[in-house]
C-alpha cells in the first residue's frame, strides 16, 4: 500500500510552536509552513540574495517528477517545505511525497499511497498539490501531514517518510469517516482536497475542495464541512459545518430549508492562523451550484465568507461573508494574509482577503470588525426564473479595486478604432454592466446571450494569492483582467437543477481578448494606509499579439500576459515568477517601486509559489515550474558557488 526508504538522522529537534510561526513575521532561515509563516505573508528576512547580485542568480539544481504517476506532464502547484536542513514536496497526480537534499537535488525518500483506481480516478482534484504540514512535539516526534486526492490524510515520519503508527490506521486516515453525506450522494467522487492541512498546536484543521459547480449534475452535493484532528492520534476534535444544521446560527439564512441538501461552501484554499490567538481563519467557497442558485434562496452563511473559530475547539468567533447568495463563482479562492500594521496612528492586528472580484477585504483579526468602512450598496438584479437575488453586496472603501470591476464600453479593446468595433460587435450579443451583473439566460427574451463579467470567474485573484512585506505593511497581489460570459440553459437530462451553465466567448483572435489590457497585472498596496503604491503588467506582451490582428507591434504597448504572478517577498526584493501562461523566466523586482532588477531564464513556466531558505550559508529560491512538454520540475536558484 505504501513505499518508503530512509536516508539519515535528522539535525536539530523544534520546539512545538517556535517564535517564527506564533508571529506574523515571515520566515527566515526555514520554511516551514506552505506560506512560510501561519499567516501566509510569503515574506522571508533573508536578505543574502538583493538588488546587487540579483543578476548573477543561476541554476544550482533541477529536481523532476518524470517518474511520479501515470501522468508525469500533470502541472505542479507545490511549495515545498524546508526544516532541519531537509526539503519537502508532493509530486505527481497520487500526491507522492519527497524528502530532497537542498544541496543537490538527490531523493532522500519517497512515500505514496495505493487508493484504489476508483477512489484515485472519481475524485474532484487529482493533481499534485500545493504542498504540505509539519507538526513536532518538541522531543523527536517530527511529522510531515499530506492530504491524498482521494481524501486520505496521512502522518509520515519527518526523518524516515515511514508512516506513523499511532495515527489513524497504520499512518493514514480516511477523511471520508465521520464526514458529513446528503441522501444519495456518495463522499467517493464528490470531496477531495487539493491544499495542506493547517497545524495549529496539536490540531490539524483540514478543509475540502469539488468538482467544479458550473454544470452539476445534482443540487444536492457534500457539504464542506471543516474538522480539527488530533495531529498524534487523528481523532477528530471538531467539526465546523460551513452550511450549518437546522437550528446551528446561520441557518435561517437558507430560505426553504435549502440547507438539508446544498452542498459545497468548502474551504478549498489555504487556511491561515494565529497562534497567539488560537485563532484559525477559513475562506469558503460558494454553494452549488456556481451560477444559478435558485435551489438555495437566501444570503447563505457560511458560504463566500471569511470565517474566525476558536483553533482548539471549532467555536465560531467571527464571520464576514464577502459576498451574499455567490451566483458568480467568486468563491474565496487564496490564503488568507495575516500581518500587523499601524492604521491613523494605531497599531492593528489585521487579517487581508484578496478574492476574486477585485476587492481586498481588511478587518481585524481578533474582532472581525472592518479596518476601514465597508458599505452594503445597491447591486443589478436579474430575470432568471426561480432566481433569488441579494438586493446589495459589500464594499470595501479601502482599498482600492486591484484590478478592473463591471464591463462598459470603455473596457474594450481599442488598439485601432476597427479593433475596437469588432470588439463591440463581439460584445453586443451579451449583456453588460457594473459589478455584480447577474448571469442571465442563453435565449434571453430581450434577444441576449448571457452575462459579460470582468472579473473573470476565475478572477481577478486566484489560488496564487498574494505576498506581504512582514515590515512595511505592504501587499503585492498578482491578477488576471479576463471576462466571464455566464448564461444559463436548462438543466435537462445532465442535471437536476433548473439552469446550469451554457456558454460563450469572446476573442477576437486566439489569445486575444475583447478587453483592454493589460491582462496580467501585479498590484501594491499600502495596508497601513489603504492605497496602493505601484501597478505594473506582469511579463510583457506576447509577440503573436500584434501578429494575430494583424497591427503594428508599436501599437500595442505593454499587456502584460494573462496570467498571474507567482509571488515571494523578502527583506530587499520581490520575486514574481509570470504564471502558467507566461514565458519561463522569474522576475526580480525593486518590491519599492515595481521597476526591474533582473530577469533570470527558467527551464519552464512557473507553476508554484516559490519559497528560500538559507542552507550551509547559501541562500536558495525553490519554484516549481513546468517545462514544455515535459515533466513538472523543482528548480532551485542561488548566486555563483
Do not use: C
Not at 527566515?28 to 538588488?51: C, K, M, V
Not at 470565517?307 to 488568507?336: F, M, N
Not at 513556466?605 to 515533466?631: L, R
Request: proline share 8%.
Amino acid at each position: 500500500m505504501v513505499r518508503s526508504s530512509s536516508f539519515r538522522l535528522a539535525a536539530l529537534l523544534l520546539i512545538a510552536l517556535p517564535a517564527a510561526t506564533t508571529a506574523q513575521q515571515g520566515a527566515s532561515g526555514e520554511w516551514r509552513i506552505y506560506g512560510g509563516d501561519p499567516g501566509h505573508t510569503f515574506y522571508s528576512s533573508l536578505d543574502q540574495i538583493n538588488a546587487q547580485n540579483a543578476q548573477t542568480l543561476e541554476v544550482a539544481w533541477r529536481w523532476s517528477a518524470r517518474n511520479f504517476g501515470t501522468n508525469p506532464l500533470a502541472e505542479s502547484q507545490t511549495t515545498p517545505l524546508y526544516i532541519n536542513g531537509t526539503l519537502y514536496a508532493t509530486a505527481g497526480i497520487r500526491r507522492s511525497v519527497v524528502a530532497i537534499d537542498p544541496s543537490t537535488g538527490e531523493t532522500l525518500w519517497m512515500w505514496r499511497m495505493d487508493e484504489g483506481q476508483e477512489r484515485l480516478a472519481d475524485a474532484p482534484r487529482v493533481n499534485p498539490g500545493r504542498g504540505l504540514a509539519y507538526w513536532s512535539d518538541g522531543r523527536g516526534d517530527d511529522r510531515i501531514y499530506v492530504i491524498t486526492p482521494g481524501y486520505h490524510m496521512a502522518a509520515l515520519d519527518a526523518e524516515t517518510g515511514v508512516p506513523v503508527p499511532g495515527f489513524g490506521t497504520n499512518g493514514v486516515l480516511d477523511l471520508n469517516d465521520n464526514h458529513r453525506t446528503r441522501d444519495g450522494i456518495s463522499l467517493i467522487g464528490t470531496i477531495g482536497a487539493s491544499s495542506p492541512p493547517a497545524v495549529i498546536g496539536d490540531v490539524v484543521v483540514v478543509g475540502s475542495a469539488h468538482h467544479v459547480g458550473m454544470r452539476p449534475p445534482s443540487m444536492t452535493n457534500t457539504p464542506g464541512d471543516v474538522r480539527g484532528f488530533d495531529a498524534r492520534t487523528g481523532r477528530v476534535v471538531w467539526t465546523f459545518h460551513t452550511i450549518p444544521e437546522p437550528g446551528e446560527f446561520g441557518s435561517d439564512t437558507w430560505l426553504e430549508d435549502s440547507n438539508a441538501y446544498s452542498g459545497n461552501a468548502a474551504v478549498w484554499a489555504q487556511i491561515a492562523w494565529d497562534a497567539d490567538l488560537g485563532i484559525v481563519y477559513l475562506p469558503t467557497e460558494a454553494a452549488t451550484g456556481d451560477y444559478y442558485g435558485g435551489h438555495r434562496p437566501g444570503t447563505n452563511l457560511f458560504s463566500t465568507s471569511l470565517v474566525a473559530l476558536d483553533a482548539s475547539t471549532g467555536e465560531r468567533k467571527w464571520h464576514y461573508q464577502t459576498i451574499h447568495h455567490d451566483i458568480w463563482d467568486w468563491d474565496h479562492p487564496t490564503h488568507p494574509i495575516l500581518a500587523n500594521v499601524t492604521v491613523a496612528g494605531r497599531p492593528r492586528q489585521i487579517v487581508a482577503q484578496i478574492t476574486k472580484q477585485g476587492f481586498v477585504f481588511v478587518l481585524d483579526r481578533v474582532t472581525g470588525e472592518p479596518i476601514w468602512p465597508i458599505e452594503e450598496r445597491p447591486v443589478p438584479q436579474g430575470d432568471v426564473p426561480g432566481e433569488w437575488y441579494s438586493p446589495t453586496q459589500p464594499f470595501p472603501t479601502k482599498p482600492a479595486p486591484f484590478d478592473r470591476q463591471g464591463f462598459s464600453e470603455a473596457d474594450l479593446i481599442d488598439f485601432t478604432p476597427e479593433i475596437k468595433e469588432r470588439a463591440r460587435e463581439i460584445a453586443s450579443a451579451y449583456r453588460w454592466g457594473p459589478l455584480y451583473s447577474p448571469p442571465s439566460l442563453q435565449a434571453a427574451a430581450d434577444g441576449t446571450r448571457g452575462t459579460i463579467t470582468l472579473p473573470a470567474s476565475t478572477g481577478g485573484a486566484n489560488w496564487e494569492g498574494g505576498a506581504i512585506d512582514a515590515v512595511t505593511g505592504i501587499l503585492y497581489v498578482p491578477s488576471v483582467t479576463a471576462l466571464s460570459f455566464l448564461s444559463l440553459v436548462e438543466g435537462g437530462e445532465q442535471s437536476d437543477m433548473r439552469y446550469i451553465a451554457g456558454g460563450g466567448r469572446g476573442q477576437l483572435a486566439p489569445g486575444v481578448s475583447i478587453v483592454r489590457p493589460p491582462w496580467g497585472r501585479i498590484t501594491a498596496i499600502d495596508l497601513n494606509t489603504g492605497e496602493h503604491v505601484w501597478m505594473r503588467p506582469n511579463g510583457e506582451t506576447p509577440s503573436y499579439v500584434a501578429e494575430r490582428l494583424s497591427i503594428d507591434p508599436s501599437l500595442v504597448g505593454n499587456t502584460g500576459v494573462q496570467s498571474r504572478a507567482n509571488l515571494m517577498v523578502t527583506s530587499t526584493l520581490l520575486f514574481a515568477g509570470e504564471g502558467t501562461n507566461g514565458t519561463p523566466r522569474m522576475w526580480v523586482l525593486d518590491k519599492a517601486t515595481g521597476n526591474t532588477v533582473a530577469q533570470i531564464e527558467l527551464p519552464g513556466t512557473t507553476s508554484g509559489k516559490p519559497m528560500t531558505f538559507m542552507h550551509e550559508g547559501t541562500q536558495y529560491v525553490v519554484v516549481s515550474v513546468s517545462p514544455d512538454g515535459e515533466a513538472a520540475e523543482l528548480v532551485a536558484l542561488t548566486l555563483p558557488q
